[in-house]
Protein backbone atom coordinates (compact mmCIF):
# COMPACT_ATOMS: atom_id res chain seq x y z
CA UNK A 1 0.00 0.00 0.00
CA UNK A 2 1.34 3.55 -1.10
CA UNK A 3 -0.33 6.46 -0.12
CA UNK A 4 1.13 9.55 -1.48
CA UNK A 5 0.13 12.94 0.30
CA UNK A 6 0.31 16.14 -1.37
CA UNK A 7 -1.06 20.07 -1.22
CA UNK A 8 -0.13 21.60 2.00
CA UNK A 9 1.62 24.84 2.41
CA UNK A 10 1.07 28.18 4.16
CA UNK A 11 -1.92 29.98 3.87
CA UNK A 12 -3.50 32.85 6.11
CA UNK A 13 -5.69 32.73 8.78
CA UNK A 14 -9.90 32.40 6.59
CA UNK A 15 -7.83 30.73 3.58
CA UNK A 16 -8.67 27.40 1.50
CA UNK A 17 -6.66 24.65 1.16
CA UNK A 18 -7.19 21.22 -0.75
CA UNK A 19 -4.87 18.49 0.43
CA UNK A 20 -4.91 15.56 -1.98
CA UNK A 21 -3.90 11.75 -1.18
CA UNK A 22 -2.69 9.72 -4.56
CA UNK A 23 -3.23 5.92 -3.41
CA UNK A 24 -1.68 2.51 -5.30
CA UNK A 25 -2.04 -0.98 -3.99
CA UNK A 26 -5.90 -0.19 -3.06
CA UNK A 27 -9.08 0.61 -4.63
CA UNK A 28 -10.11 4.35 -2.50
CA UNK A 29 -13.93 3.86 -4.14
CA UNK A 30 -14.23 0.26 -1.59
CA UNK A 31 -12.03 1.50 1.40
CA UNK A 32 -11.99 3.37 4.26
CA UNK A 33 -9.81 6.11 3.87
CA UNK A 34 -9.66 9.13 6.60
CA UNK A 35 -7.18 11.97 7.19
CA UNK A 36 -5.41 12.56 10.43
CA UNK A 37 -3.18 15.47 11.69
CA UNK A 38 -0.56 16.09 14.33
CA UNK A 39 0.20 19.50 16.33
CA UNK A 40 3.51 19.83 17.82
CA UNK A 41 2.95 18.13 21.33
CA UNK A 42 0.23 16.90 20.48
CA UNK A 43 -1.38 13.21 19.69
CA UNK A 44 -2.62 12.55 16.04
CA UNK A 45 -5.71 12.96 16.11
CA UNK A 46 -8.76 12.04 13.44
CA UNK A 47 -9.92 14.76 11.31
CA UNK A 48 -12.35 13.07 8.74
CA UNK A 49 -13.18 9.94 7.36
CA UNK A 50 -14.92 8.46 4.79
CA UNK A 51 -15.90 4.27 5.08
CA UNK A 52 -16.15 2.29 2.66
CA UNK A 53 -20.53 2.34 2.65
CA UNK A 54 -19.93 6.70 1.54
CA UNK A 55 -20.72 7.24 5.34
CA UNK A 56 -18.44 10.46 6.63
CA UNK A 57 -17.71 11.67 9.64
CA UNK A 58 -15.72 14.85 11.14
CA UNK A 59 -14.13 16.06 14.63
CA UNK A 60 -16.05 18.70 16.29
CA UNK A 61 -13.42 21.02 15.12
CA UNK A 62 -13.55 20.96 11.68
CA UNK A 63 -17.20 20.35 11.05
CA UNK A 64 -18.92 22.66 8.58
CA UNK A 65 -15.24 23.53 7.63
CA UNK A 66 -13.24 20.49 6.15
CA UNK A 67 -15.27 18.03 3.61
CA UNK A 68 -13.44 14.66 2.77
CA UNK A 69 -13.99 13.25 -0.26
CA UNK A 70 -12.82 10.19 -2.96
CA UNK A 71 -12.01 10.97 -6.47
CA UNK A 72 -12.34 7.54 -7.88
CA UNK A 73 -10.85 7.82 -11.42
CA UNK A 74 -7.64 9.02 -9.87
CA UNK A 75 -7.32 6.72 -7.03
CA UNK A 76 -7.64 9.05 -4.17
CA UNK A 77 -9.27 11.26 -1.21
CA UNK A 78 -8.76 14.74 -0.60
CA UNK A 79 -9.70 17.06 1.76
CA UNK A 80 -11.12 20.46 1.27
CA UNK A 81 -10.23 22.74 3.88
CA UNK A 82 -12.02 26.36 4.14
CA UNK A 83 -12.23 28.93 7.12
CA UNK A 84 -8.60 27.91 8.41
CA UNK A 85 -7.70 28.87 11.62
CA UNK A 86 -4.38 29.09 13.11
CA UNK A 87 -5.02 25.75 15.61
CA UNK A 88 -5.57 23.55 12.48
CA UNK A 89 -1.75 24.21 11.80
CA UNK A 90 -0.35 20.60 11.82
CA UNK A 91 1.27 17.67 9.49
CA UNK A 92 -1.91 15.89 8.00
CA UNK A 93 -1.73 12.36 6.90
CA UNK A 94 -4.01 10.43 4.51
CA UNK A 95 -4.76 7.20 6.33
CA UNK A 96 -5.66 3.92 4.90
CA UNK A 97 -7.63 1.29 7.75
CA UNK A 98 -8.10 -2.55 6.61
CA UNK A 99 -8.91 -5.63 9.06
CA UNK A 100 -6.73 -4.06 12.01
CA UNK A 101 -4.10 -2.45 10.31
CA UNK A 102 -3.19 1.00 9.51
CA UNK A 103 -1.55 2.57 6.56
CA UNK A 104 -0.21 5.87 7.02
CA UNK A 105 1.46 8.20 4.01
CA UNK A 106 4.03 10.47 4.13
CA UNK A 107 2.19 13.60 5.91
CA UNK A 108 2.19 17.33 4.52
CA UNK A 109 2.53 20.64 6.54
CA UNK A 110 0.08 22.98 7.00
CA UNK A 111 0.19 25.75 8.83
CA UNK A 112 -2.37 28.53 9.23
CA UNK A 113 -0.60 31.87 10.09
CA UNK A 114 -0.33 35.67 9.28
Known amino acids: VQLQASGGGLVQPGGSLRLSCAAGGILVSISDMAWYRQAPGKQRELVAR???????DYADSVKGRFTISRDNPKNAVSLQMSSLKPEDTAVYYCNYYSRGNNYWGQGTQVTVSS
Open 50 to 56: VTSAGNR
